[in-house]
């Protein structure tokens, strides 16, 4: 990446970065909920080895997790910025720029005990890297997005763009898709955008709460001796719940649990899916459990989980978390979900947006139950050796030492 603003210059007369070899880091997020940037950010700011602290933009549940982690948060929040949305950033941000300014100035402001500042979401992006001329900090921004014109409006792509290329000395991305989309967009070298999965904590996800599926599911209310499908994550129409409804409505004895909630401003798509259900027939074959903290145990209550986004997902931590609960996963297959599932082997894909296609491999899975057992073992297995907490942080610690060294290897290590 290039930049504009010059080397960065600590005014602390002894770098923290002379005294240690990890860097410290001021995190950045917008969220106060708990989507899955969030959640990948808790375990590297838990266990950073030098001076940190997550500065979040709105406050929320995720707060209280980070505090539980002994992580140190701060909070500067704007609810005109909050309110912004991006695939609707137009010139309406205009009546926000009083809060903008107030948000660039206290990012700029926490930064200054920082070696690195690490941007972790698209507003933490913006505010973060239009405030260089004020910290003069290197920035680190981990891409969880995949930067399409599907994702995202001309004017965020725009900004985004420029701030890669002028701005920000370091981008991470959680898949190869989401780093060869900020490639096309950013005309940056492919090598400037190494990729870093995320860690799933496999020992989480495979550990048993209850003695059986049975106890399981009458702890939740759950129907027992059916056939149950899951799809975890938050409502809204890109992750593709109406598509999974209408995979319902054409298996007369299936039954499908919706767990998450409607987030960031969902709730319009979350009454069109009880609508679609209504006008489906399917209400009495299907459960909205909300937004759950105890993931594994519910994934282990069913018996295959579906992921049904209908445009290509950046990451998709829910279908790793299925592997790891050793569930038979059955993906949309797009995006970053093509670098987890490797169809036939450890999962199944599927056309996304494709009904009749998630159909075929619901039954299919479903009348192979040998098959998906072996699909199982082998997913497990890729779980552990790709996509544990272990190996994500010492690929991000690594690349953190990195750019705290300005972007050269770390010879001590
Ligand atoms: N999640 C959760 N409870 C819910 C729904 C989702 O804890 O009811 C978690 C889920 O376990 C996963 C994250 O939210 O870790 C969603 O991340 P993912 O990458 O799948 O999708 P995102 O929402 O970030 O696009
Ligand atoms: C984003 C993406 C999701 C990814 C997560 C963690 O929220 O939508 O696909 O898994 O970030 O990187």
Request: with cysteine.
């Amino acid at each position: 990446m290039h930049t504009l603003a010059p080397v960065a210059v600590s005014s602390d007369p002894v770098p923290p970065t002379a005294r240690t070899n990890t860097p410290s880091v001021l995190f950045v997020d917008q969220s106060g909920q708990l989507g899955g940037a969030e959640f990948s950010l808790m375990p590297l700011a838990a266990t950073w080895g030098a001076s940190r602290e997550v500065l979040l933009l709105s406050d929320g549940p995720f707060r209280t997790r980070l505090e539980s982690l002994g992580v140190p948060v701060s909070l500067a929040c704007e609810a005109s910025v909050s309110g912004i949305r991006k695939d609707t950033l137009r010139l309406n941000w205009l009546g926000a720029l009083p809060g903008i300014v107030r948000q660039v100035r206290a990012i700029a402001r926490h930064a200054e005990s920082f070696d690195i500042l690490f941007l972790n979401t698209q507003k933490a992006l913006v505010l973060g890297a239009l405030g260089k001329p004020l910290h003069r900090k290197r920035i680190v921004w981990y891409l969880h997005d995949v930067m399409s014109s599907e994702h995202f409006g001309p004017l965020q792509r725009l900004v985004v763009r420029w701030l890669t290329r002028y701005a920000v000395d370091h981008v991470i991305a959680n898949s190869r898709a989401s780093a060869d989309s900020l490639v096309t967009l950013a005309h940056c070298a492919t090598e400037d955008v190494p990729v870093v999965h995320n860690g799933i904590d496999l020992e989480a996800f495979s550990r048993a709460d209850a003695p059986d599926m049975g106890a399981l599911r009458r702890q939740f209310g759950l129907p027992e001796n059916v056939y149950l499908a899951g799809l975890f994550g938050r409502l809204a129409p890109w992750k593709g719940q109406h598509i999974a409804l209408e995979a319902l409505a054409r298996m007369p004895d299936l039954h499908l649990v919706l767990v998450g909630s409607a987030m960031f401003g969902e709730e319009a798509y979350e009454k069109a899916l009880h609508e679609q259900a209504a006008r489906l027939g399917v209400q009495d074959r299907l459960i909205f459990a909300g937004f759950r903290d105890d993931m594994p145990a519910w994934m282990q209550a069913v018996d295959v989980i579906l992921h049904t986004s209908t445009e290509p997902e950046p990451f998709g931590r829910v279908i790793v978390e299925g592997m790891a609960a050793g569930r038979p996963v059955i993906a949309s297959a797009a995006g970053g979900v093509t670098e987890i599932v490797n169809h036939g082997r450890n999962g199944w894909l599927v056309q996304p947006g494709n009904p009749a296609a998630l159909v075929d491999a619901i039954e299919t899975v479903r009348r192979a139950p040998a098959m998906a057992s072996a699909l199982v073992r082998e997913a497990r297995a890729e779980v552990a050796k790709r996509f544990s907490v272990d190996v994500y942080l010492e690929r991000m610690k690594a690349l953190l030492a990195r750019a705290g060294n300005g972007g050269k290897a770390d010879k001590s290590a």
